[in-house]
């Protein structure tokens, strides 16, 4: 009986567990400077816990009133390689007696035992409040770790103890000031600096913990210096040999400035007058950069840029470097990069391969159950810890009885991270399918959960409304595509001069082929991979298309409205791009051709430069021109015959 109980609770565990699990169909990108599992030694009261040192707040601070030793113990979100650390004053430390004096720091290796990585006996923090300092992890071995404790075994003086920030900085050798936020009085954006593969590296995060979305870098501003702030060609720090409040220049060592995901925005000036630095990298998060934030940087080579240049205001792009950078981008980005920044000295290089986004079905298995989940669209690749999603929505003390034995992943397409419990991670880092099995122990009773994950590649085409619906072209040579239900697609067949649609019936895009795209709802066309092919009639179809985008294609003719003559294929100026991933048509016919219309009853085969002589021409709205220019017109003759419809160009 006892056992048949604690089957039927494994049962009602599993199921649990079963709908928790089909959350890894919204993952996220994991972050080695997440922290959790934080516990210690309380605080003076219930808001200056142990864990305000990892919540990325200046403001905030680890409290403990007739200090008598305190310790943390806490994890990283996935193993990391600590060379240095950072500790932030508090913000009412008096000057310098409430901070720590004496600590250690260890790490658990991978049979449990606790490790020694630092130690100070007589350390030195800053006197003044909500300032960092960074020292070297002592006993560097080159290791990964993930469960660490930070003990305080002195202070300063009196019986008060705090402190503000803790962070591990995995990067090479730094010097003095080489951590502190930057960007906003939240501290969301925080810099470090290092010697990253011999050359002095400015790297640019944002803080993980933060609880706000704004991650901007702030405009270079003389007059509103501020301490641990970046603001080129100054950083702000306090070093004990030269005194408080000093500021040193960032253009007599940095070589390379580098800005992670999840950025959004760069200064005017921010990185004004780096005359070493030699590259820059911009992440896709980044949608605004300022005037000038290059000013002077006459010597970077490349820039490595993520953007996307539909999305991203940056007004001098190109006018702060040399002729000679080259920015390199995504491949299949590099025309809308020409098109946007045409003015810009740089050289745009698409030599990036443009990342693969994917819609992922995740199908979970175990105990007779079954439960499927599809998520929206994703990059890749990506990655989702179990303990994110499962312990974060759910008591901890119900899954701390669930155990976690064993993580294997059979396919190609899975990556299963360092097996420790809940803090496992899966990475997706391509399309196909995998099967991931869980083996998970409640009450002494074993089961397993099956994870069939699959990423299936997607396309998501920009829609543009006309004629009271959503219109675009898609074209692919890597694979057949199927639009989703709602849309219509269509063939286009040009026979001389007269344009034709077939519609083809099962919504499938076979490889090589280019279609117009319809629908009257708003947003994207999002166009996912199939096996399957189409039994369409493309026999006739006169579109091609473009995997990457071009500029200047001959004879082309692109998807376009006008009021006038409706939608239609136009002809694209001489300089003019096609975006990847689009169809076109082309034309070498001897007749002069501006459009080729599919839309309104226009009828017009043919447009002239000059009006008829023998005609009255009215507008669209009915009323008479004398002078007719550039436009469409209604024709009526002296004998009152009219209808005709003239488009002068």
């Known amino acids: 009986m006892k056992r048949k109980s604690k089957t039927i609770v494994a049962r009602a565990a599993m199921t649990l567990l079963l709908t928790m699990l089909t959350l890894l169909a919204f993952p996220t990108k994991a972050s080695a400077w997440e922290y959790q599992g934080i516990s210690g030694t309380g605080g003076a009261n219930r808001n200056e816990q142990c864990d305000k040192l990892f919540d990325g707040d200046t403001s905030t601070k680890w409290c403990a009133d007739f200090f008598d030793g305190a310790y943390v113990e806490f994890s990283t979100s996935a193993p990391i390689v600590p060379k240095y650390y950072v500790l932030t004053t508090g913000n009412d430390i008096k000057g310098g007696a409430r901070n720590p004096k004496a600590w250690t720091i260890s790490a658990k290796d991978e049979n449990g035992d606790w490790v020694e990585l630092a130690a100070e006996d007589d350390a030195s923090l800053p006197t003044i409040n909500q300032t960092s300092q960074a020292f070297s992890i002592d006993n560097y071995d080159n290791n990964s770790y993930q469960y660490f404790k930070f003990e305080i075994t002195e202070i300063q003086g009196g019986e008060v103890f705090e402190l503000s920030e803790f962070q591990f900085l995995e990067t090479g050798l730094p010097w003095a000031g080489d951590g502190g936020y930057c960007g906003n009085s939240l501290g969301n954006v925080y810099y470090e600096i290092a010697t990253i593969n011999g050359e002095k590296t400015l790297t640019i995060r944002k803080n993980p913990n933060a609880t706000t979305g704004d991650f901007n870098m702030k405009d270079y501003d003389n007059d509103n210096y501020e301490i641990s702030s970046v603001f080129a060609p100054w950083i702000y720090a306090e070093w004990e040999d030269w005194g408080d409040d000093v500021h040193y220049s960032l253009s007599c060592f940095i070589e390379n400035v580098v800005i992670e995901e999840g950025v959004t925005s760069i200064g005017n000036n921010a990185f004004f007058d780096c005359n070493y630095l030699t590259s820059a990298t911009i992440p896709n998060s980044v949608t605004s950069i300022g005037e000038y934030a290059f000013n002077a940087c006459d010597n970077v080579t490349d820039v490595y840029c993520y953007a996307n240049p539909d999305a991203l205001d940056w007004a001098k792009c190109g006018y702060d470097f040399n002729k000679n950078t080259q920015f390199h981008v995504y491949e299949n980005q590099l025309v809308n990069y020409q098109t946007k920044f045409s003015n810009a000295i740089v050289q745009f290089v698409g030599d990036i391969e443009a990342p693969k986004t994917c819609v992922i079905t995740v199908t979970a298995n175990g105990n007779g159950q079954t439960e499927t989940e599809t998520s929206g669209v994703h990059e890749l690749p990506y990655t989702k810890k179990l303990s994110d999603f499962i312990i974060s929505n759910n008591p901890a003390s119900v899954m701390q009885e669930i155990e976690i ?9 899975v990556v299963v991270g360092a097996q420790n419990g809940w803090d496992a991670s899966f990475t997706v880092t391509d399309e196909g399918t995998s099967t991931v099995t869980i083996t998970l122990l409640f009450m002494e009773v074993q089961t397993t959960i099956d994870l069939t994950v699959t990423a299936t590649r997607v396309f998501s085409v920009p829609a543009n409304l006309a004629n009271n619906a959503y219109w675009a072209t898609f074209y692919s040579s890597e694979a057949n595509f199927q639009a989703p239900e709602g849309t219509q697609v269509f063939a286009v067949n040009l026979d001389g001069t007269t344009i034709s649609l077939t519609k ?20 994207d066309f999002v166009m996912t991979k199939t096996t399957e092919s189409s039994t369409g009639d ?31 294929f136009y002809k694209l ?30 009828a017009i085969a043919t447009a002239t430069n000059e009006p008829s ?37």
Request: net charge positive; charged share 20%.
């Open 538 to 568: 493309y026999s006739t179809n006169s579109l091609t298309g473009t995997d990457n985008g071009v500029i200047g294609q001959s004879n082309a003719y692109v998807l376009g409205y006008t009021a006038a003559a409706g939608v239609g």
């Open 613 to 649: 002589a023998q005609q009255h021409h009215y507008d669209l709205m009915g009323r008479r021109v004398e002078q007719p220019t550039k436009g469409l017109y209604i024709l009526r003759s002296s004998q009152g015959k009219n209808g005709k419809k003239l488009m002068i160009k």
């Open 405 to 413: 034995t064993n993580i294997e992943s059979v396919g190609d397409n």
């Open 504 to 523: 083809i019936e099962d919504r499938i895009v076979n490889q090589g082929q280019g279609v117009v795209l319809k629908k009257t709802t708003e947003g």
């Open 573 to 602: 100026a001489t300089d003019g791009a096609i975006r990847a991933n689009r169809a076109y048509l082309t034309y070498d016919g001897t007749l002069t051709r501006d459009y080729f219309n599919f839309e309104g009853a226009t």
